[in-house]
């Protein structure tokens, strides 16, 4: 089955820095990868999503790559705010068969220092 | 509230007892799916459905759980004699498949039932 492995497992950065989280998935027939965000006592809420066929996603502040050859998808968030503080979780999915279920990393606490 | 919905929020319980948790998908979603979270850890697929049918269950999922969604809509999640190591957040996810809808299989989370097994 799928294994997402997620680093680092912490990340503290200063307002107004970038941060970037990597993750590396073993299915190479995975074709979507989703990021969500979940706040402490929260649900799990998507703020980007990329498919197999690009390599590049962008909304606003929020951008996410790809690299298929490699395995691999990497989370940036630019201009960090206090409220970007989170856990953040990648995840994989294999569309070809018919669950869709999502693996999940182990995710990456952001603390964004004022 | 148009979200998905999970009931109750929190449940603390004594080993041995029998517990069962409510999910509301989305409006009109087909597929939903249950997921548990452990402390420091991603969450983890448990089984899922598509309208009524329950189409895979993970081997997470022990005799002791069982899920239902009896007319395509809401789902309960059902755990008999529980133990200690069942302590953790269950999630409900529900998405939409199939359709013209945009983006239409992207899993939306509800708020999770935490479990506390004494």
């Known amino acids: 089955g799928e294994n997402v492995e997620q680093h680092p497992s912490t990340l503290s950065v200063q307002e107004g820095d970038s941060a970037v989280i990597k993750c590396t998935y073993s299915?190479?027939?995975?074709?979507?990868f989703p990021w969500y965000k979940q706040e402490l006592g929260k649900r799990p809420q998507l703020i980007i999503d990329?498919?197999?066929?690009?390599g590049e996603k962008k909304d606003q502040r929020i951008a996410v790559t790809l690299n298929k050859t490699a395995k691999h998808f990497s989370l940036h968030i630019t201009e960090t705010q206090p409220e970007d503080s989170a856990v953040y979780f990648c995840?994989?999915?294999?569309?070809?068969?018919?669950?869709?279920?999502?693996?999940f990393g182990k995710g990456t606490l952001l603390t964004v220092n004022p | 509230d148009t979200g998905v919905s999970q009931n109750p929020r929190h449940k603390i319980t004594k080993r041995g007892q029998n517990v069962t948790f409510r999910c509301d998908p989305i409006?009109?979603?087909?597929?939903l799916y249950w997921y548990r979270q452990t402390l420091g850890q991603g969450p983890e697929f448990l089984t899922y459905?598509?309208?009524?049918?329950?189409?895979?269950k993970s081997r997470l999922l022990s005799d002791r759980f069982s899920a239902e969604r009896p007319k395509g809509s809401f789902s309960t999640l059902e755990i008999q004699r529980t133990e200690q190591g069942d302590s953790a957040m269950y999630l409900c996810?529900?998405?939409?498949?199939?359709?013209?809808?945009?983006?239409?299989?992207?899993?939306?989370f509800g708020p999770g039932t935490r479990l506390t097994v004494l």
């Open positions: 996810a529900s998405s939409l498949l199939g359709g013209t809808v945009i983006r239409g299989d992207t899993q939306y």
């Open positions: 299915d190479s027939a995975s074709n979507y």
């Open positions: 990329i498919r197999s066929n690009v």
């Open positions: 995840a994989a999915r294999y569309s070809g068969g018919s669950n869709y279920k999502l693996t």
């Open positions: 409006s009109e979603h087909n597929r």
């Open positions: 459905f598509q309208n009524e049918a329950q189409l895979e």
